[in-house]
């Protein structure tokens, strides 16, 4: 079992990072992406199953998912720009950069 990890500061909002996705390749819309995001709770859930690489661009999907939630929260979040745009960054290192600042910490 994982704690949580630094606070993550999306367009101000406070958002943590829990590995606890279980409903992978279930949800319309986001049949592949492995991650889920409660915009209300500040919750950024992922699956503990899929390798670190699938999570960390994860990561980056759902902080966009987030980004525009609070910049424009009737914005439509088309799910192809917003994977296309964690590839990209993903590729960048910024999956990473996420992942090292704000990943669950181990418990003791
Ligand atoms: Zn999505």
Redesign the pocket.
Known sequence: MEGVGAIMKICGHEYKVVIDYVNDQKRK??AF?F?HTQFSEGLIHLSPKTKRDVQEESLI??VL?AALFHSNSKAE?N?GQ??AMAGALYQLGVGRFLWEKFKPKEKP
Do not use: A, K, N, W
């Open positions: 819309g986001d992406y991650g999907h759902e998912h979040h799910e917003v994977q």
